[in-house]
């Protein structure tokens, strides 16, 4: 027996339809042969968590399993990013881990120099957290886009200098 779709899943296909034919097949297969049953699953294992207290702070967020699915890698991987400064990760009171989800792009690729915007900004600003923040704050030396915008669309000098110049601020 067929299950027939809402208006909203419809509607849903159709936006996903119309996304993917702008994504080149190698954007989005991890490996040579993987199926597209496995490219929907990893995508479907992915999707954001939500943690109402935390959202608003940095949110959404992966769990470190849907983050693991999304970019196709090992949880030792994650590990190595996260130390690697790589990644970003908070911990709540619980003691979960969330890596907040606008570090990877739609595609599954890590935002471009986080480590070294985390280098610059660690001695200024003392979590992750506050750095999640930061990189999501417009910015009039942006031109009002966020670093992380600035980032994603390859250009890194202003906000790396946007960096140096507010962690040198925050340290007097």
Request: no cysteine; charged share 25%; hydrophobic share 45%.
């Amino acid at each position: 027996m067929t299950r027939e779709l809402s208006p909203y899943y419809e509607q849903l296909l159709e936006e996903l339809r119309k996304l993917l034919l702008d994504v080149d097949d190698d954007e989005l297969i991890l490996y040579k042969g993987e199926t597209a049953a496995h490219v929907a699953t990893r995508l479907l294992a992915a999707r954001w968590s939500h943690y109402q207290d935390w959202d608003t702070k940095a949110g959404p967020f992966y769990e470190a399993g849907g983050l693991v699915a999304w970019l196709g890698v090992d949880p030792d991987e994650i590990d190595r990013m996260e130390a690697s400064g790589d990644l970003l990760a908070v911990t709540t009171d619980a003691g979960r881990r969330l890596f907040p989800a606008f570090q990877i792009s739609p595609f599954g690729k890590p935002l471009p120099h986080l480590a070294e915007i985390r280098s610059i900004l660690y001695p200024a600003l003392p979590n992750d957290l506050t750095i999640a923040r930061w990189l999501n704050t417009p910015s009039r030396r942006l031109g009002g886009a966020t670093a992380v915008e600035q980032l994603f669309a390859g250009d890194a000098e202003p906000v790396l200098a946007a960096a140096r110049e507010d962690a040198g601020r925050m340290a007097h």
